[in-house]
């Protein structure tokens, strides 16, 4: 079976945690064989199995390895945390969970541990939905020494700057804090992406949104931000809501963009140590 089930203890959230493991179609013929690992986040309400049950993954994955769209890859799909609605990826500003630092130093490790991942950033790579669009950015813009590259798919691309009132009111309140205050600005996608500037690694980026997604705004609003940046990314909207029909059918083009990203990635390197 080429997906598997993967458990793990989260030391950051105190609890025994469960991801998705896909197994690129060669892994059990050499024992070794390491491979690139794409960790695929799902979004609001979702959890580790939404990308299978809803989003036709396993399918998708297995024909796009097939025709040589991608590369034979590790592909996880993990849980957020599973707090609330959504987590966000993110340690929270109300100290409800620290779910960055579960995806970094108990998922992360684990993978590395347990599969045959080649631990290295040039080989390691987000890509997300929504939610996990914003978490797979922020987690490779807060750690680019770990990630090469990150794609979103109708993300909420936030900015503490776009908030409404009405938006700060709500539980969002409870992940950044206030919204001028640092914590606020270690989310903030924009802030993050100017940040990269000065930073000699700096992960390749690509996003693409619905023009009728209620999201859309937030995606054209970072594109402007990484335009008048110069921050290379690749970028594309089309028509579509938000919408399973919507993300699934644009996986195919985000997950090419990390395979561009992986085509000059060095083989087998030695892990690299995380924590």
Request: charged share 20%; aromatic share 14%.
């Amino acid at each position: 079976m080429a997906v598997q089930s993967f458990s793990f203890f989260s030391g950051a959230l105190y609890a025994r945690k469960v991801c998705q493991v896909y197994l690129p179609p060669s892994y059990d013929a050499s024992e070794d064989t390491r491979y690139p690992v794409i960790y695929l986040l799902h979004g609001l309400n979702g959890d580790e199995t939404s990308w299978l049950v809803k989003g036709g993954a396993e399918a998708q994955l297995d024909r796009l390895m097939g025709d040589g769209t991608l590369r034979e890859s590790i592909v996880v799909m993990p849980s957020d945390g599973g707090y609330g609605h959504g987590t966000f990826y993110v340690n929270w500003y109300d100290g409800t969970g620290r779910f960055e630092d579960y995806f970094l130093y108990d998922l992360m490790p684990s993978i590395d541990r347990e599969f045959r991942t080649i631990a290295d950033r040039s080989s390691r790579a987000l890509c997300g939905l929504s939610m996990g669009g914003y978490g797979a950015f922020v987690l490779a813009l807060r750690n680019p020494e770990l990630f090469g590259a990150a794609a979103s798919i109708a993300g909420a691309l936030m900015s503490t700057g776009l908030m409404t009132e009405q938006f700060l009111r709500s539980e969002v309140s409870r992940l950044v804090g206030p919204v001028h205050g640092p914590f606020a600005r270690e989310l903030d996608l924009h802030v993050l992406a100017a940040r990269m500037l000065r930073e000699e690694q700096r992960p390749e980026l690509h996003f693409n949104c619905g023009f009728s997604d209620y999201l859309y705004p937030l995606n054209s609003a970072f594109k402007a931000l990484l335009d008048q940046l110069n921050y290379p990314h690749d970028y594309a909207e089309y028509e579509g809501e938000h919408n399973w029909d919507y993300f699934g059918g644009h996986l195919a083009e985000a997950l090419a963009f990390i395979e561009r990203s992986f085509a000059g990635a060095p083989a087998g390197e030695a892990p690299a140590e995380i924590g």
